[in-house]
């Protein structure tokens, strides 16, 4: 079975601070992303890549930015926390080509601002 | 703009009785669709897939429906059961995007009334 495995499943932290979501999974994926859930605006894509070293940006990018130094982890990085980013982040990856397995996800992180 | 559409964001159906969540899709380069089930605190769940080329898919009391003329697909739980309670997540995939493929609907939260 594939796994995804996102280091924290509750955080809390201050508005400023930096904040690091990490992200990792074992079956030799190339395609990583993060989403964020939150109710009423279903899953909404922050950033993905699609190769180490490589990054794109989803529908909401800002206040986000992205590391992926190895091809198993994917790390998610707000540069300064804001009330507004609290919400559960949801990391995920798939295999391409094979778009028919759609993607794995990891259990999620709640992260509150405050 | 949103290529995949859950109207309905809410669901509460007697257990035991037929749960039928809709979804509505508007790129027609869509050549798979998938569903997904989300609990609490926990990363969304595939749940059941059906290619383009079928217009029926069935896993035990899952099945989706596919109209491919009507740009609709519907995921049927026959019976519901408490257990199946969670937001429901469809999905639709467009091979010719690269890595970044699948598309979410907004979810609809589904409510089985024991």
Same mark, same amino acid.
């Given at each position: 079975?594939?796994?995804?495995?996102?280091?924290?499943?509750?955080?809390?932290?201050?508005?400023?601070?930096?904040?690091?979501?990490?992200?990792?999974?074992?079956?030799?994926?190339?395609?990583?992303?993060?989403?964020?859930?939150?109710?009423?605006?279903?899953?909404?894509?922050?950033?993905?890549?699609?190769?180490?070293?490589?990054?794109?940006?989803?529908?909401?990018?800002?206040?986000?930015?992205?590391?992926?130094?190895?091809?198993?982890?994917?790390?998610?990085?707000?540069?300064?926390?804001?009330?507004?980013?609290?919400?559960?982040?949801?990391?995920?990856?798939?295999?391409?080509?094979?778009?028919?397995?759609?993607?794995?996800?990891?259990?999620?992180?709640?992260?509150?601002?405050? | 703009?949103?290529?995949?559409?859950?109207?309905?964001?809410?669901?509460?159906?007697?257990?035991?009785? =037929? *749960?039928?969540?809709?979804?509505?899709?508007?790129?027609?380069? +869509?050549?798979? $669709? /998938?569903?997904?089930?989300?609990?609490?605190?926990?990363?969304?769940?595939?749940?059941?897939? =059906? *290619?383009?080329?079928?217009?029926?898919?069935?896993?035990?009391? +899952?099945?989706? $429906? /596919?109209?491919?003329?009507?740009?609709?697909?519907?995921?049927?739980?026959?019976?519901?059961?408490?257990?199946?309670?969670?937001?429901?997540?469809?999905?639709?995939?467009?091979?010719?995007?690269?890595?970044?493929?699948?598309?979410?609907?907004?979810?609809?939260?589904?409510?089985?009334?024991?």
């Amino acid at each position: 079975d594939v796994k995804v495995t996102q280091s924290s499943r509750y955080l809390v932290k201050r508005t400023g601070e930096k904040v690091f979501l990490e992200c990792v999974q074992d079956m030799d994926h190339e395609n990583m992303f993060w989403y964020r859930q939150d109710p009423g605006l279903g899953l909404r894509l922050i950033y993905f890549s699609y190769d180490v070293k490589m990054k794109e940006k989803g529908d909401i990018p800002e206040g986000y930015s992205v590391s992926r130094e190895k091809k198993e982890r994917f790390s998610l990085i707000l540069e300064s926390a804001s009330t507004n980013q609290t919400s559960m982040y949801l990391c995920a990856s798939s295999l391409y080509p094979g778009h028919d397995y759609g993607y794995t996800f990891g259990s999620g992180t709640r992260l509150t601002v405050v | 703009d949103q290529q995949v559409k859950q109207n309905s964001p809410s669901l509460s159906v007697q257990e035991g009785r =037929i *749960s039928i969540l809709n979804c509505d899709y508007t790129n027609s380069m +869509f050549d798979y $669709f /998938l569903w997904y089930k989300k609990y609490p605190a926990e990363g969304p769940t595939f749940l059941i897939s =059906i *290619s383009s080329i079928k217009d029926k898919n069935e896993d035990g009391r +899952f099945t989706v $429906f /596919l109209n491919k003329s009507a740009k609709h697909l519907s995921l049927h739980i026959v019976p519901s059961q408490p257990g199946d309670s969670a937001v429901y997540f469809c999905a639709a995939s467009d091979p010719q995007t690269g890595a970044n493929n699948l598309f979410f609907g907004t979810g609809t939260r589904l409510t089985v009334i024991p």
